[in-house]
């Protein structure tokens, strides 16, 4: 027997039709004609940072890919043929690279617990507590330390997207595309834009710009 929560789903569903109906009675079948989002949001699975309502987007507007820690791995295939229809079939526009404040994956790559078959993911992560170590461990309050570490994560992120063959080859062509990096904070609602802002392949380190044949 369904338990009262699942039945609590379709009932919602229903619900939210209803008001989407009453405020456009074109709404779906618009929706039916196709997506154009100008926007790709590259997020953590956390429950609590849904991408499209704290952004106030409607449905449309944003085209999502969620993983624990929002990272971007070069050889994580889900993430790259997201990040190539986005770019190369939907066009978009923008990328947004959104970590949060009290992330759990990046607390457990402050520590050393095995979770199972997550700590290969997890290693990825604690990658960028590597390479930013003294900066961490310079900061005497572990909550002040776990923020930066997210804030580290994030733009690490950015910087991995930017190195993708995917995201150059767009920008050698001329496409316009820009990058961002953004933490929420779960606390208060609010984004905080880190000022990681890319648009060229000249903002990435000389060794990493690929030299994209015409």
Known sequence: MASEFYKNLIENNKKWVASKLAEDPEFFKKLEKGQQPPLLWIGCSDSRVPANEIIGAQPSEVFVHRNIANMVVHSDMNMLSVLDYA????????????????????????????????????????????????????????????????????????????????????????????????????????IKDL??????????????RLEIKD
Request: glycine share 10%; hydrophobic share 35%.
């Open 87 to 190: 770019v190369n079939a939907l066009k978009i526009t923008h990328i947004i690279v959104c970590g949060h404040y009290g992330c759990g994956g990046v607390k457990a790559a402050m520590e050393n617990h095995s979770y199972g078959l997550v700590d290969n993911w997890i290693r990825h992560i604690r990658d960028v507590y590597r390479l930013h170590q003294n900066s961490l461990e310079g900061i005497e309050d572990t909550e002040l330390r776990f923020d930066r570490f997210v804030e580290f994560n994030t733009r690490e992120q950015v910087l991995d997207l930017a190195k993708t063959s995917i995201v150059q080859t767009a920008w050698k062509k001329g496409q316009v595309l820009h990058l961002h990096g953004w933490v929420y904070g779960v606390g208060t609602g609010i």
């Open 195 to 208: 000022g990681v802002n890319m648009n060229s392949n000249t903002d990435l380190e000389e060794f990493y």
